[in-house]
T-cell receptor, first 109, second 119 residues
Framework: KNEVEQSPQNLTAQEGEFITINCSYS?????LHWLQQHPGGGIVSLFM???GKKKHGRLIATINIQEKHSSLHITASHPRDSAVYIC???????????FGAGTILRVKS | NAGVTQTPKFRILKIGQSMTLQCTQD?????MYWYRQDPGMGLKLIYY???????DKGEVPNGYNVSRSTTEDFPLRLELAAPSQTSVYFC??????????????????FGEGSRLTVL
């Protein structure tokens, strides 16, 4: 079992829909990261969380440390949100990051 | 600020050849990483560094070497290229103020990636 599991693996939505991507982890962490990767493109950090909730524009990220779970929400989705969304955790011991396999999101107009 | 700069963006190698992927950051970050991303797979850590002169192995270090002689530079060396090393490579950096044992809690900055094909 991977230390970081994301769901769903693939997601297709209509423009304007509310989207949720989930991330569960099985290890102690000191931080959780949400990243975005556009097709053929680089990787951009969206959020870094150690507790609670963060919001940036139409994106919201939450984390529940007790349940070892985080969610990334996109409100009023748009075709330009189409990308791979990656969850990564900083392990509570040492200095390593562990990545989920990513969620491929496609938003249709 | 240039952020994290990787070169080259594309490279084709023959089996057994050697090459170095360059990575430079101008943000004075202490943490630097090299990852590889295979099709349909998550990022896998090759090597990382928590500061100049300090490097450590990640999940998939075999076939690679790194050095960190300065804060800015973290080159990745492939000594004897093999087809299994065909992948997209990403360099990343971050800053955490807690020192080497604190764990990386800084925001991550990635380079644009280097697509390497070994034939």
């Amino acid at each position: 079992k991977n230390e970081v599991e994301q769901s769903p693996q693939n997601l297709t939505a209509q423009e304007g829909e509310f989207i949720t991507i989930n991330c569960s982890y099985s290890v102690g962490i000191s931080a959780l990261h949400w990243l975005q990767q556009h097709p053929g493109g680089g990787i951009v950090s969206l959020f870094m969380l150690s507790s609670g909730k963060k919001k940036h524009g139409r994106l919201i990220a939450t984390i529940n440390i007790q349940e070892k779970h985080s969610s990334l929400h996109i409100t009023a989705s748009h075709p330009r949100d189409s990308a791979v969304y990656i969850c990564a955790v900083t392990l509570g011991y040492g200095n390593k990051l562990v990545f989920g396999a990513g969620t491929i999101l496609r938003v249709k107009s | 600020n240039a952020g994290v700069t990787q070169t080259p963006k594309f490279r084709i190698l023959k089996i057994g050849q050697s090459m170095t992927l360059q990575c430079t950051q101008d943000m004075n970050h202490n943490y630097m990483y090299w990852y590889r991303q295979d099709p349909g797979m998550g990022l896998k850590l090759i090597y990382y560094s928590v500061g100049a002169g300090i490097t450590d192995k990640g999940e998939v270090p075999n076939g690679y070497n790194v050095s960190r002689s300065t804060t800015e530079d973290f080159p990745l060396r492939l000594e004897l290229a093999a087809p299994s090393q065909t992948s997209v490579y990403f360099c990343a950096s971050s800053y955490t103020g807690g020192g080497p044992g604190a764990g990386n809690t800084g925001e991550l900055f990635f380079g644009e990636g280097s697509r390497l094909t070994v034939l």
